[in-house]
């Protein structure tokens, strides 16, 4: 099968960007000779986090959910999905944590950490998705594909509160690491699934989600060893070039992927799959990746500007106008093709830890909006209908929108309301029940209507300054969590719904 050999290459590529920036780590290692450097990875060093908290919490929830996958969804495979994912976010968190001890953070720059910690998290991504479908479901049913990022967010709510903060800068990178990765993870997953569900050439589309995903990797392979030759006290301007070819060279592999693939598809088919053409998904790709260079420039000239949600918002409605909801999939996918490399030079251009943070949450309210492109999709199969789109006539519709927008408001008083031992169970009891609970009593449309409302104010709480950047991030873990159970449990809201009709 054509995905299915393509998932084979994934997981390869995967391997390799591991290999890889296991390699360049080892590598900065001995040209600095640092002894503090040597000290930290002898243990030397105090951790970033306690990870006593991962057998003590996440596991007893993680075992509960895994038992609800099992016992509410037709499909199994998504229980041992779901389960990867989590062991991917914790091997990701185990790495994070030994890298983020303060001699680490002294002894490597901002810009070569992110080199490196965007190729590790890029590599477990690839890796683990290609490994799943190619071994596990041999190519089958992409859906159960959305438990994999649903674990991956899963680990990522528990990371934001248990660990101790024995170092205030370590465990941020620790836990904007692992936001990082499971946007990365979220988007493809997103698109494999939207491409799953179109009524022609799934296949196709389905193999060139990964495929993209696997040529923004290839790139910030192959640039990051020549960023790495290049001074960054004296090389700004030379790092900006080299990252901005990097991007060229990106958009020139996803416009050939789409040529390629698209070149013996019939024209019905496409616009039958709700493409404007046969560029269609490359224009979308092409939307993302602008859209991000744009949102970063914004970030760093006006750091509490509101224009972030406006960008968002308009890239989202030119992918769609390109490619439907495949389109607004895809273009988290183009976001994030080059997202790392340009994070690392970004960094090395003095940008400090609040512009970082905003950035990585509008990323992360993208990735949040894709994988409602993928729920719309589901549920669009599911009962047959046309594409599920928010009705702003509808009285139900814009009510479900302010309620999501008031419960963002809430989320911080009730926090503090149960910051005692064992409220991270009670949040994630409130993260699995509302949105089924929406879903089941009003319907996928308000449900999708509801997390929007989310999404859109949890955003601008953080990028007002209402709420802080770490702060905001975390509640957007929480707002992304939500999304990714809607998703996973898609088919069984569905049903509940149409049987209560």
């Known amino acids: 099968m054509f995905v299915l050999d393509i998932s084979r290459y994934a997981m390869f590529e995967g391997f390799l960007a591991l290999l890889l920036a296991y390699l360049f780590f080892w ?50 495979t998504s229980a041992p999905a779901f389960l ?22 002294t002894g490597l720059s901002v810009y070569q950490r992110g080199l490196i910690a965007g190729l590790t998290r890029a590599g477990i991504g690839l890796a683990g998705i290609g490994f799943f479908y190619h071994t596990i479901i041999g190519g089958e049913d992409t859906a159960v594909v959305g438990a994999y990022a649903l674990g991956a967010g899963f680990v990522l709510f528990f990371a934001s509160r248990k660990g101790k903060r ?26 494999m699934i939207v491409g799953e569900n179109l009524a022609h050439n799934y296949q196709v589309w389905v193999g060139m989600a990964v495929l993209i995903t696997m040529a ?12 790495l030759a290049v001074n960054e006290d004296k090389g700004g ?16 592999c996803v416009y050939h992927l789409d040529r390629k693939l698209t070149a013996t598809m019939a024209a019905n088919a496409i616009a039958g799959s709700g493409m404007v053409d046969r560029l269609g998904p490359f224009w979308s790709a092409a939307t993302g990746c602008v859209s991000a260079l744009i949102m970063r420039v914004l970030c760093r000239r006006f750091p509490s500007s509101v224009l972030f949600v406006y960008f968002v918002s308009m890239g989202l409605w030119i992918a769609y106008l390109f490619s439907g909801l495949y389109g607004m ?35 992360s309210s993208f990735s949040t909006f894709a994988i409602l492109a993928a729920f719309s999709a589901v549920v669009r199969s599911y009962a047959g209908e046309e594409d599920l789109l928010i009705d702003l006539t509808r009285i139900l519709t814009v009510a479900c929108i302010v309620l999501g927008g008031l419960t963002v408001r809430l989320m911080p008083i009730l ?37 929007a409302g989310l999404v859109v104010v949890g955003t601008l709480n953080g990028l007002t300054g209402r709420t802080e950047a770490h702060q905001a991030i975390s509640d957007m873990g929480i707002i992304r969590l939500t999304a990714l159970v809607s998703l996973v449990f898609a088919p069984v809201i569905s049903s509940l719904y149409e049987s209560l009709r």
């Open 27 to 76: 590598y900065l290692l001995y040209i600095s000779k640092k002894k503090q450097l040597k000290q930290s990875l002898d243990g030397y060093s105090p951790p970033a986090y306690d990870l006593r908290f991962f057998p003590s919490t996440v596991a007893p929830a993680a075992l509960c959910l895994f038992v609800l996958l099992l016992v509410f969804l037709e499909q199994k």
């Open 84 to 105: 990867m994912g989590v062991l991917s976010s914790a091997v990701l968190v185990l790495l994070s944590n030994r890298a983020a001890s303060p001699a680490v953070l």
């Open 166 to 191: 024995e170092s205030e800068s370590a465990s941020k990178t620790v836990y904007v690491n692992l936001d990082a990765y499971v946007s990365y993870v979220a988007v493809l997953v997103s698109a």
């Open 216 to 227: 923004g990797l290839a790139v910030t392979a192959v640039a990051g060893p020549i960023l």
């Open 237 to 252: 301007k030379a790092l900006c070039y080299i990252t901005g070819a990097a991007v060229l060279a990106f958009m020139a």
């Open 329 to 363: 999939a895809v273009a988290g996918v183009g976001m994030m093709g080059t997202f790392y490399l340009d994070v690392a030079v970004s960094n090395a251009g003095g940008d400090g830890s609040s512009e970082a943070g905003k950035f990585i949450l509008v990323v």
């Open 415 to 451: 926090e503090k309301r149960f910051n005692r031992p064992g409220h991270e169970a009670l949040l994630l009891t409130v993260a699995l029940a509302v949105p089924c609970a929406v879903g089941t009593v009003l319907g996928p449309e308000p449900l999708v209507a509801f997390i």
